[in-house]
């Protein structure tokens, strides 16, 4: 995402998990740029690698993974030449991290202001009225009534709710730059919606910088501004949200559009994209889409198609543009 | 012309707790047809009861009030030869294709079986002709690649298909297909659907179709009939296209107006119909009115006393609301 001011730079980066069947390169010289001040997507089916990125990112990769090749720039520092402290400080202070499933990740025996205390003192010192002050403003950013849900168990909460408590929880520190991943899978409509408009109220008065990692496209359409498309371990599509959907340059950025049923639109305009995604343990040679797309040549099969601005802030691999 | 599956006033209710009891009402007082060849899409939010409506048109539970008939014969009365002639007619195909199949069974072994078991094939040879004719039908291609391969080598959408082909076999009449493309990517679940559509089309088998959302619902139900759940309840009934281009129910027309759709500038314009609150009422605690009032924008005191019933307001549309007539005119929140 060439932005002019990009907060998080990752540049060549590769990374690999050594497993049974030989080694699996889950990010193929990715190169990816965060747009500051803005809410940035990253958007793959499972196993594109698009939470293998962000774990590179966090430092969060399992025991089998690990950074073959690459930097990866918070503002100016390179994060992966840090000592682990540096790098912890950076991690929750700079930037923060809602998982996936983030609802089950609160603590049974907890009350909700104690996570508050106890999230806040592994890294500040700060009164405990303080604390509670702070977590009180923020979870009414979030639309929750503090007084109701500091005292409360999260058993005592429904999904969205605990859904927003995490939400509260990582802005205590007053990161830079957000992670989110796929903050709305497994949530009804409803939920759904309140909590994409509660995450633009946090954007638009915070200012923070989000990434949205999802395979949600209809989410994208409603909250990013800039979005990255992976596929089968590399970044195939990069452009402002209304270019991606709109005019979407590469072949499967165009096949997802047209794949995803909707509410509105003419039915017979929505079609399958033909086959499946490769494995990660076996990628096909060349473009690794080309077993899947209607425009592929012999070029395709044979070459990597590298990924080149084509306009300003608009970058695509595909050999049709370049 | 008797309907393939109808529901007659049926309640089920869990209970749970040893000590003091609770009572859960998860299905209350559905009335419903499906007829041969017909599809039925069931749309309602995670707890609303879908699934369990899903097993009684099943015949996997018992109901506790009311009839569930097939081909007009109540099954919880049919004699036992009957009952088991009429089993392999209603399919399911599950949410979690890693959990239905089991892992320690190769593709060969796991279609062979049931075609042993129904006597449609004699010989090994026969078996194995059978199994490939299956999984080219259901688009595992090519077929001899996938015979000697287990679950685990298989995507969730393979997996899926493999599901799809397992459930063919008894050549069933209905298949309940309770959130098939939740868990697969979704590069992969239109086509899923398509081969759903083909099975409906080709093979005329009715299909009962659950979802927690109503874009995949109106895909694959484009032909046939919706119904809305809500809190156990059925509140809207009627052909998809009109219930999606002509909602009545408030609950129907505020879930329509919050699904999010692949457009960014409908997306950010649309107008999301406001609900008094979030949060869903327990089925232990049901409230004794419309079971949406505490979340109807347009609530009034009736609908605090009295549940609606559901009525036909337009021909084959059905609503349960007391101020269905008086609602303001519905309009789409993604028009200008």
């Excluded at chain 1, 500051?36 to 990125?53: C, D, F, H, M």
């Excluded at chain 2, 298989?154 to 493999?162: A, E, F, I, T, V």
């Excluded at chain 2, 297909?177 to 899923?192: G, K």
């Excluded at chain 2, 609908?303 to 337009?314: G, T």
Aim: glycine share 6%.
């Amino acid at each position: 995402m060439s932005e002019e001011n990009p907060i998080l730079r990752v540049r060549d980066l590769v990374v690999e998990y050594a497993v049974r069947e030989g080694v699996i390169r889950a990010n193929d010289h990715v190169s990816l740029d965060v747009a500051k001040g803005l809410v940035n997507a990253l958007v793959g089916e499972s196993g594109s690698g698009k939470t293998t990125l962000v774990d590179a990112v966090m430092g969060t990769l399992p025991p089998n993974g690990y950074i073959r090749k690459g930097e990866i720039y918070f503002k100016d520092k390179n994060i992966l030449k840090l000592n682990p402290e540096e790098r912890r400080k950076i991690r929750w202070e700079k930037i923060a991290m809602v998982f996936q499933a983030a609802q089950n990740s609160l603590n049974p025996v907890m009350r909700v202001a104690e996570h508050f205390i106890d999230t806040v003192l592994a890294h500040k010192s700060m009164s405990k009225d303080e604390i509670l002050r702070k977590a009180e403003e923020l979870l009414k950013l979030v639309r929750l009534d503090p007084e109701q849900v500091l005292n409360a168990f999260p058993h005592e909460l429904s999904g969205g709710m605990k859904q927003r408590v995490i939400i509260a929880l990582s802005l205590m520190l007053d990161p830079e730059l957000l992670i989110l991943d796929e903050p709305t899978s497994a949530l009804d409509v409803m939920t759904q919606h309140y909590l994409i408009r509660t995450l633009k109220e946090v954007h638009e008065k915070k200012g923070i910088t989000m990434l949205l990692v999802t395979h949600d496209l209809p989410v994208v359409a409603e909250i990013a501004d800039r979005v990255a498309i992976m596929y089968c371990a590399k970044i195939v599509e990069v452009g402002d949200v209304r270019k991606i959907f709109y005019e979407p340059l590469h072949p499967y950025t165009h096949g997802l559009i047209h794949s995803i049923p909707s509410i509105i639109g003419d039915l017979s305009k929505m079609r399958p994209i033909p086959g499946e995604p490769p494995s990660l343990l076996n990628p096909p040679p060349g473009c690794r889409f080309h077993p899947r797309c209607p425009y592929a040549t012999e070029k395709c099969k044979k070459m990597e198609p590298p990924l080149v601005e084509v306009e300003k802030g608009r970058l695509v691999a595909c050999f049709r543009y370049a | 012309m008797t309907p393939l599956v109808e529901l007659r006033n049926v309640s089920k209710i869990f209970e749970r707790g040893f000590i003091r009891k609770v009572r859960v009402h998860a299905v209350r007082n559905v009335n419903l047809t499906i007829d041969k060849g017909e599809i039925l899409a069931v749309v309602g939010e995670s707890g609303c009861g879908k699934t369990t409506l899903g097993k009684l048109i099943a015949g996997l539970i018992k109901p506790t009030k009311g009839e569930v008939l097939w081909l007009g014969k109540n099954i919880w009365r049919m004699k036992r030869g009957e009952f088991k002639k009429y089993r392999p007619l209603v399919q399911l195909i599950h949410q979690d294709p890693y959990a239905s199949l089991n892992p320690a069974r190769t593709v060969l072994q796991i279609l062979g079986d049931p075609i042993r078991y129904y006597g449609l094939a004699k010989s090994k040879r026969e078996v194995r002709e059978k199994v490939i004719e299956l999984l080219r039908y259901v688009g595992l291609t090519p077929p001899e690649y996938f015979l000697n391969k287990y679950p685990h080598h298989l995507s969730g959408g393979m997996k899926q298909r493999l599901a799809v082909a397992r459930a063919l076999i008894p050549k069933p009449m209905l298949i309940v297909a309770d959130e098939p493309i939740s868990m697969i990517d979704m590069s992969l679940r239109l086509s899923l659907l398509d081969l759903l559509k083909r099975l409906h089309k080709e093979l005329g088998i009715a299909f009962v179709y659950i979802s927690h959302e109503l874009a995949s619902t109106r895909y694959f139900a484009h032909d046939g009939k919706t119904a809305i759940m809500y809190l156990g309840t059925i509140v809207e009934y009627g052909p998809t296209e009109q219930l999606i281009k002509n909602p009545v129910h408030p609950y129907l027309r505020a879930i329509l107006s919050a699904m999010p759709v692949p457009d960014p500038e409908i997306a950010r314009r649309r107008k999301v119909l406001e609900l008094k609150s979030l949060e869903l009422p327990s089925p232990i605690k049901l409230p004794p009115g419309c079971p949406f009032e505490t979340r109807c924008p347009f609530s009034r005191s009736i609908c605090k006393e009295k549940m609606p019933e559901l009525r036909p307001i337009e021909e084959d549309h059905y609503v349960a609301c007391h101020i269905a007539e008086e609602l303001p005119e519905w309009r789409p929140p993604w028009e200008e």
